[in-house]
């Protein structure tokens, strides 16, 4: 039975996530530790638990989503998992920190690109792969479809969806990615968002007011 541990971090109150099993075997998702005390936080949790960091995931690489991107990667030695549409978005680290009045460096990391309809697996736990554009272009979606949840980063919220003003950010295309790719699931399936509170698809369908 997969468990998920939910963090949350940065100035735009990011949701990080781990998902871990009974091995302790884990998978870090968008880790947006950006102070010391946040990478404490989560450094903490994967130490006092055993955990052990096989994968970090990208649903995104928007800038609040990466704070910890480096960290993660030199303390783990694993590749970053992320669609090959956002690497550009991740190149652009420096400039959206320039934005925000901060001097960031260039996140320097291996990244595995994955693509629609590719599966992870987490010793034995399947999970899907949903590439759901419009928010950024390689927004991607992780969905475990025994256990009934997935990870969908910015591209759905509870009662909201990810922003489509930002860089190639597309309403359209959001919203039918959204109609064609997660509302053909199960109505009692969990999200786990990359902002607020978790919701399920079936409240979404019914309650969220871009989709109704």
């Not at 099993?21 to 990478?39: F, R």
């Not at 999200?191 to 989709?211: A, C, D, M, R, W």
């Amino acid at each position: 039975m997969l468990q998920i541990q939910g963090f949350v971090f940065n100035f735009a109150s990011e949701n990080t996530y781990i998902i871990y099993n009974e091995n302790k075997n884990a998978w870090l998702i968008d880790p947006g530790n950006m102070s010391g005390q946040e990478t404490e936080a989560i450094s903490n949790f994967i130490t006092e638990n055993g955990l052990k960091i096989q994968k970090i995931l990208l649903t995104h690489a928007h800038i609040d989503h990466v704070f910890g991107l480096q960290w993660a990667f030199d303390t783990f030695k694993v590749p970053v998992t992320m669609h090959q549409e956002d690497q550009e978005v991740l190149d652009m680290l420096q400039a959206s920190g320039i934005r925000f009045g901060m001097q960031i460096d260039p996140v320097k990391v291996e990244v595995k690109y994955i693509n629609e309809g590719d599966e992870l697996d987490l010793d034995g736990e399947k999970f899907t792969i949903y590439h759901v554009p419009g928010h950024s272009p390689g927004s991607v979606v992780y969905h475990n479809a025994r256990q009934k949840f997935m990870i969908s980063g910015d591209v759905l919220f509870e009662g909201s969806i990810g922003r489509t003003d930002l860089y190639k950010g597309n309403y359209d295309q959001l919203i039918e990615g959204i109609r064609s790719k997660l509302f053909t699931l199960d109505d009692d399936t969990k999200v786990f968002s990359g902002h607020g509170n978790p919701t399920t698809i079936g409240f979404e369908k019914q309650y969220n007011p871009f989709l109704k």
